[in-house]
T-cell receptor
Framework: GESVGLHLPTLSVQEGDNSIINCAYSNSASDYFIWYKQESGKGPQFIIDIRSNMDKRQGQRVTVLLNKTVKHLSLQIAATQPGDSAVYFCAENIREYGNKLVFGAGTILRVKS | DGGITQSPKYLFRKEGQNVTLSCEQNLNHDAMYWYRQDPGQGLRLIYYSQIVNDFQKGDIAEGYSVSREKKESFPLTVTSAQKNPTAFYLC????????????FGDGTRLSIL
């Protein structure tokens, strides 16, 4: 299938381990953040979001942490499975830009069985 | 099922030719977006529309045109003025207002013949 991230950072983890994917965002005025998962040849799929008035949000097997002091966002995936292999990227909503999303380039997650 | 449908999945363009990419959504979303994705880069916004019969240029609008005659449809035309059209094109939609995730189609890959 097509690759959408030929030169992206890669995180390799063993099946069953926890994964942590990091994202540095650019604008201190960003008020909303989203994590997406993109499999080869497909469109991005929404995973989880968080508003700037929170520092942690949990979903099913995923947790997003927000550190506004250092403008850092992380996605934690518990008990990583082969089906989690994909490109993951974050997006920030910058209100002063008319609520447009700005996307990071992404991180490739490879899960080894 | 509600979702976003992009067609065709693969498209080839000859020199000097305009091509149109289709995007249809049945999510009843007011806002629709077109992005371009190149290897190793984040999604870049081409055009967006927050309501029928209205649209705005994004960050890389040159060589592209759009229309929004119906709520459900937001076609993108890649004109001959776009000198480097080879890319993966993604359409998204969302409810209007801030703090809302965008939902994506599965993309169209455009190549030059």
């Amino acid at each position: 299938g097509e690759s959408v991230g030929l030169h992206l950072p890669t995180l390799s983890v063993q099946e069953g381990d926890n994964s942590i994917i990091n994202c540095a965002y650019s604008n201190s005025a960003s008020d909303y953040f989203i994590w997406y998962k993109q499999e080869s040849g497909k469109g991005p799929q929404f995973i989880i979001d968080i508003r700037s008035n929170m520092d942690k949000r949990q979903g099913q097997r995923v947790t997003v942490l927000l550190n506004k002091t250092v403008k850092h966002l992380s996605l934690q995936i518990a008990a990583t499975q082969p089906g989690d292999s994909a490109v993951y990227f974050c997006a920030e909503n910058i209100r002063e830009y008319g609520n447009k999303l700005v996307f990071g380039a992404g991180t490739i997650l490879r899960v080894k069985s | 099922d509600g979702g976003i449908t992009q067609s065709p999945k693969y498209l080839f363009r000859k020199e000097g030719q305009n091509v149109t990419l289709s995007c249809e959504q049945n999510l009843n979303h007011d806002a629709m977006y077109w992005y371009r994705q190149d290897p190793g880069q984040g999604l870049r916004l081409i055009y967006y529309s927050q309501i029928v019969n209205d649209f705005q240029k994004g960050d890389i609008a040159e060589g592209y045109s759009v229309s929004r005659e119906k709520k459900e449809s937001f076609p993108l035309t890649v004109t001959s003025a776009q000198k480097n059209p080879t890319a993966f094109y993604l359409c998204a939609s969302s409810p209007t207002g801030g703090s809302q995730p965008q939902h994506f189609g599965d993309g169209t890959r455009l190549s030059i013949l």
